[in-house]
């Protein structure tokens, strides 16, 4: 079992839509959680972070975590063309100090 | 502001050549990252400075060697390179706190070796 999953793409939504991107890990001591976006030949953008149960929103963005079910997701709300990426799940597992364990990625198109 | 930076953006070498990349931030960070990452990867760490201090190595082979000569810099050293290390090298910064401590990535240097 990979330590950080996330579910597989690519996804893709028409604009306007909710996109809903999917984490799980396996380190169930593991405390803070990152999503990062990031676009085709640049760098990672931190895009939420989520440290408690529960949901965190910014603008069209909300995390949610559950830490219980060792589950982590990012909601895309009104999904735009530009929000067309790879969304990358990081966590930070309970005894690794300051690394982080980084998913797969799913690749997100957004259809005009 | 959140802002690393890293030059040069973009960088050819042959095998033979020496090199670096070099990140700066102003940020207050005190822990600084190297990530390599190749296409339709994650990034993969190499190196973790923690108040100067190298604290985490991954393994890197010898031909990469990372220095610290302030809280604000990082630099990475390059030589006698092989063509698979051509990837996206990421620079990253984090306050260096116990608990969660936020990373937040430059914009890398995109490296080819021939």
């Known amino acids: 079992q990979k330590e950080v999953e996330q579910n597989s793409g690519p996804l893709s939504v028409p604009e306007g839509a909710i996109a809903s991107l999917n984490c799980t890990y396996s380190?169930?001591?593991?405390?803070?959680f990152f999503w990062y976006r990031q676009y085709s030949g640049k760098s990672p953008e931190l895009i939420m972070f989520i440290y408690s149960n529960g949901d965190k929103e910014d603008g069209r963005f909300t995390a949610q975590l559950n830490k219980a079910s060792q589950y982590v997701s990012l909601l895309i709300r009104d999904s735009q063309p530009s929000d067309s990426a790879t969304y990358l799940c990081a966590v930070n597992p309970e005894t690794s100090g300051s690394r982080l364990t980084f998913g797969e990625g799913t690749q997100l198109t957004v259809n005009p | 502001d959140t802002e690393v930076t890293q030059t040069p953006k973009h960088l050819v070498m042959g095998m033979t050549n020496k090199k670096s990349l070099k990140c700066e931030q102003h940020?207050?960070?005190?822990?600084m990252y190297w990530y390599k990452q190749k296409a339709k990867k994650p990034p993969e760490l190499m190196f973790v400075?923690?108040?100067?201090?190298?604290?985490i190595n991954e393994s890197v082979p010898s031909r990469f060697s990372p220095e610290c000569p302030n809280s604000s810099l990082l630099n990475l050293h390059l030589h006698a390179l092989q063509p698979e290390d051509s990837a996206l090298y990421l620079c990253?910064?984090?306050?260096?706190?116990?608990?969660?401590?936020?990373?937040?990535f430059g914009p890398g240097t995109r490296l080819t070796v021939l």
């Open positions: 990253a910064s984090s306050q260096g706190v116990a608990g969660p401590d936020t990373q937040y």
């Open positions: 940020m207050g960070h005190r822990a």
């Open positions: 400075y923690s108040y100067e201090k190298l604290s």
């Open positions: 380190d169930r001591g593991s405390q803070s």
